[in-house]
């Protein structure tokens, strides 16, 4: 019965750190590896991208974000993205929902193309401490020129630095 009312109250705790990291004023940094083999599109082979981002939350739970990323691309073609987005993370649990818009800059040795995408994503916050992190996500890009060639579905892993 103890062992019970202990896990509980170490869950409860947790979520009291956790809704702390989501207060208003509260400044993030995350860097994430995506594609990680694990998006698709239809000119894409094997890939490896690193992303690096950084918001704010304006009000509770709901922050603002500006991003970066890079990637490579086997059979297609590399890209360099620069972009901005909110998220709404649910306070009691880590789970959040995002919506970005991004500049994307397609190129290889053949081709080049700029294209703006839309970004749904949703992911958890899993803090390791206080401020520590590690953020699974499922995000789609949505391109607004050529859907069915530059859209794609992916999975990345970030890792969080709240303070």
């Not at 590896?33 to 599109?41: Q, R």
């Not at 607004?144 to 630095?161: A, D, Q, R, T």
């Amino acid at each position: 019965m103890w062992k019970k009312i202990a896990v509980v109250c170490v869950l409860l705790m947790a979520c009291v750190q956790v809704k702390a990291q989501f207060e208003e004023g509260t400044f993030f940094v995350n860097t994430s590896l995506t594609g990680l083999n694990l998006s698709h599109s239809k000119y894409e082979g094997t890939n490896f991208g690193l992303k690096v981002e950084g918001g704010a939350f304006v009000v509770d739970n709901l922050s603002v974000l500006v991003n970066f990323k890079g990637e490579y691309v086997e059979h297609g073609m590399d890209e360099t993205t620069l972009g901005v987005g909110t998220r709404y993370y649910l306070s009691s649990c880590g789970v959040y929902g995002g919506l970005g818009f991004a500049y994307k800059h397609l190129s290889n040795s053949v081709n080049r193309k700029n294209i703006v995408c839309m970004t749904p994503e949703l992911g958890y916050a899993f803090f390791l401490n206080g401020t520590v992190t590690i953020e699974p996500a499922v995000y789609y890009d949505l391109s607004f020129m050529n859907c069915s060639e530059y859209s794609k579905l992916g999975f990345k892993i970030g890792f969080g630095f709240y303070f």
